[in-house]
Each structure stands twice: as C-alpha cells, then as structure tokens.
C-alpha cells in the first residue's frame, strides 16, 4: 500500500467528529480501485466515498458512488476542502 501523511493529516482532523475509517482501497469490498492506495473511506446515507492522494498527479481525488449506482470525483485543493468534502458527504 502507497501511504501518504497529507491523507493521514485530513483523517486525523476528522477520525473523532465521523464515522470514517483509514484503510487501503484494496480492502475495501468491490472498490474497483486497480492501484493500493491509502485511502479515507466513509458511508452515509448519500453513498460511500474514498479519498486518496494521487502523487503522479500531486493532488487528492475524492471518490463517490451513490445508491443508484451512478458515481462522480473531484479533486479537493487542499487539505482544508478535502476536510469540508467529507464532512459535506457524511452530513
């Protein structure tokens, strides 16, 4: 697994205030990741999310799949958005 403090510090600032948990998107069931990321993954009633950091590219990607089974991603600024996005999806 690929880790990364940059995602590490955005998990740090929010593993107390939501229920979301560090991982590696190879341990997340049907993740449809191809690359072992650190990851921050998280579900609420909106979907499920994931957010990692894409060092090739220097940047953070958020990930969302809905229930419907449609899904989108973004890619937050920095590590203040990247917090605002999750707790955004978590509300």
């Avoid at 697994?1 to 929010?14: R, T």
């Avoid at 948990?21 to 997340?28: G, N, P």
């Avoid at 060092?55 to 958005?81: Q, R």
Wanted: hydrophobic content about 35%; proline content about 2%; overall charge negative.
């Amino acid at each position: 697994m690929v880790e990364n403090k940059l995602v590490k510090e955005v998990y740090e600032k929010l593993k107390d205030r939501k229920d979301i948990k560090l991982t590696s998107t190879m341990a997340v069931e049907n993740s449809g990741f191809t690359a072992d990321l650190e990851t921050i993954y998280g579900e609420s009633q909106k979907g499920r999310f994931f957010l990692c950091y894409d060092e090739g590219v220097d940047m953070f990607v958020f990930d969302a799949e809905y229930p419907d089974e449609t899904g989108t991603h973004w890619h937050p600024w920095n590590i203040e958005e990247a917090v605002h996005d999750i707790i955004e999806f978590m509300e």
